[in-house]
């Protein structure tokens, strides 16, 4: 069973920062990814960043050159968000997200959330 930790979501006024944590135990299988996804009141959950077993990173368009994602390293199941000039529309429930590959195909699983609010 994958259980997660995360931490770090909060209140910040517009052009603050957060940075969010989340690790990840219980992994038996070997992680194709790790990622942070938002969602917003009244709206469908979306990609925030995500970075690879490989070491490649991906992000929305919303949160480029404000949000850096990152690990230890690959075998360390410890993930950040750095979020810096946050916006009012960056506000929502934050989720953290681990991809595994169990035998031919891949499998999600999800962190509990935590809450972020950008407000003045």
């Known amino acids: 069973q994958v259980q997660f930790v995360e931490s770090g979501g909060g209140s910040v006024q517009p052009g603050g920062s957060l940075r969010l944590s989340c690790t990840a135990s219980?992994?038996?299988?070997?992680?194709?990814?790790m990622g942070w996804y938002r969602q917003a009141p009244g709206k469908q959950r979306e990609l925030g960043a995500v970075?690879?077993?490989?070491?490649?990173?991906?992000y929305a368009d919303s949160v480029k050159g404000r949000f850096t994602i990152s690990r230890i390293n690959a075998k360390n199941t410890t993930m950040y968000l750095q979020m810096n000039s946050l916006k009012p529309e960056d506000t929502a429930v934050y989720y953290c997200?681990?991809?595994?590959?169990?035998?031919?195909?891949?499998?999600?699983?999800w962190g509990q959330g935590t809450q972020v609010t950008v407000s003045s």
């Open positions: 219980g992994i038996i299988f070997s992680i194709s990814a």
């Open positions: 970075i690879t077993s490989g070491g490649s990173l991906n």
């Open positions: 997200n681990v991809r595994l590959y169990i035998i031919s195909t891949t499998k999600d699983y």
